[in-house]
């Protein structure tokens, strides 16, 4: 985002310099021609009428001396020339070797016409220098002038010129860099802590703030609004926990009375109830598994669960053991399906737990006398647990809302739930790195799978 806040700034900023540049060199370079070619031209003008008086006398002897002397002093040759094209008067008249581009100057001047300033060049350079003026004498060409200047001083003062403006220019360019990246670090540091600040909360650091008084009013006004949410999200995060912890400590102890009693009960029974004792223990001591895992939960961690290697599929039969009597109530079967052993690394309360949800949901919309398939499955490294139910099913909008917290669908009537099975399954799957999904079975019911990715197998 820095890159493109400073890219958008900076680059019409050096347009616009650039451009103010360049029109400024050439408007400099223009202006050093100007004065140069005006300066000719004076020059051109005072030796047209010494060169009309000398043509006239027909003596050359007071216009060489002239010209020997501006050439010595401002170091500029001056040539006249007869109406043949003849070289009247120079400098130095044996080097008045005119090259192609000065003799067509001369031959235009001696056929009457006036010299002609020099179109616009380049900055950097400056014209050829030479210009030719004819002779009158009463309306008669009697002779040409021909003034060569110097370019070197005007060359010298455009170049002073050019690299003045690029110099100011650079400077500018300079400033505004060092302007776009501090209105950058104004404008973005605030989005930077608030980008570092919700990482922080997602990773569970709770008390993660941002600075209010920082950066333009409307950040600081959104990193009082995140700050205002923040504070919210920890006192809800804060009176849940405490709920959780208070409530696992208040079931600890009625549930340890009650696995005592049930130690204490089974001594007096006979052999015939070992079975049903073994399996009240069994449950108790899941539920125990279940108290302690909510209360690793309560405290942001895993607590004391372990990730194990499980057999999803007799993880799988023992859950459909322990609901059987429930559902043989209302003259449901459960089935066991799938294959016969699919092991996986996780943790087995929590699957217990969310397979639990599933199949008392399973079980409370299924109609009397149907029947509830469960069977695990593995698919290269990823493992699943379905549950088959043939109940009213759902419409495809209905099964993606279905692990919502608090839905239900309005074709349940009054059978009793809250809405929150599905989704404590979804949850407590999600801690694993699980996923639980829901859709319409093949013909009639519901299909509810429990994925999990299983990056061993033991």
């Known amino acids: 985002m820095r890159r493109r806040l400073v890219l958008v700034f900076l680059i019409p900023l050096v347009a616009i310099l650039v451009a103010l540049g360049g029109a400024a060199g050439w408007s400099a370079a223009r202006s050093v021609q100007q004065a140069f070619y005006t300066q000719q031209l004076g020059d051109l003008g005072y030796f047209v009428t010494s060169a009309r008086q000398a043509l006239r006398s027909g003596s050359a002897a007071v216009i060489d001396a002239e010209v020997e002397r501006f050439q010595e002093v401002y170091g500029i040759e001056v040539t006249v020339f007869d109406l043949g094209g003849g070289v009247w008067a120079s400098d130095d008249r044996d080097a008045a070797v005119l090259a192609e581009e000065d003799a067509e100057r001369v031959r235009l001047a001696l056929s009457g016409r006036r010299a002609e300033q020099p179109a616009a060049v380049f900055p950097w350079t400056v014209a050829d220098a030479a210009l030719a003026e004819p002779v009158f004498d009463d309306g008669d060409v009697i002779g040409a002038v021909m ?219 299924s109609p009397d006398g149907a029947q509830i398939e469960v069977g695990a499955h593995r698919e290269g490294q990823v493992c699943r647990i379905t549950v088959r139910d043939h109940g009213p099913g759902l419409t495809e909008e209905q099964a993606a809302a279905a692990t919502d917290r608090f839905w239900r669908s309005t074709e349940t009537g009054d059978t009793p739930g809250t809405g929150l099975g599905l989704a404590i399954a979804s949850d407590l799957l999600a801690t694993v790195g699980g996923e639980l999904s829901v859709a319409s079975a093949d013909g009639v019911g519901l299909m509810v799978v429990l994925t999990l990715h299983d990056g061993t197998t033991p």
């Open 147 to 365: 003034v060569a200047g110097d370019v070197d001083a005007p060359r010298t003062a455009i170049l002073q010129q050019i690299m003045l403006i690029s110099a100011i220019a650079l400077v500018l360019i300079a400033l505004g860099v060092l302007l776009v990246f501090r209105l950058a670090q104004w404008v973005l540091s605030p989005v930077r802590r608030l980008d570092e600040a919700m990482v922080a909360i997602e990773r569970g650091e709770m008390d993660a703030r941002v600075q209010e008084d920082a950066g333009p009013p409307e950040l600081r006004r959104m990193a009082q609004v995140f700050n205002g949410m923040a504070d919210e999200i920890e006192r809800v995060m804060t009176r849940q926990q405490e709920f959780a912890l208070n409530a696992s400590h208040e079931l600890r102890n009625p549930l340890n009375a009650l696995l005592l009693r049930v130690e204490h009960l089974a001594t007096g029974l006979g052999g015939e109830w070992r079975d049903d004792v073994e399996e009240t223990r069994e449950e108790g001591r899941r539920m125990t598994r279940i108290l302690e895992t909510l209360l690793g939960l309560a405290r942001g961690g895993r607590g004391d669960s372990a990730i194990s290697a499980v057999d999803l599929a007799t993880l799988s039969a023992r859950r459909l053991d322990a609901w059987r009597d429930v559902a043989s109530a209302r003259g449901i079967a459960l089935r066991s399906t799938g294959e016969r052993s699919v092991m996986s690394v996780t943790d087995r309360t929590i699957v217990e737990s969310a397979l639990d949800a599933v199949i008392d949901n399973a079980v409370k919309y």
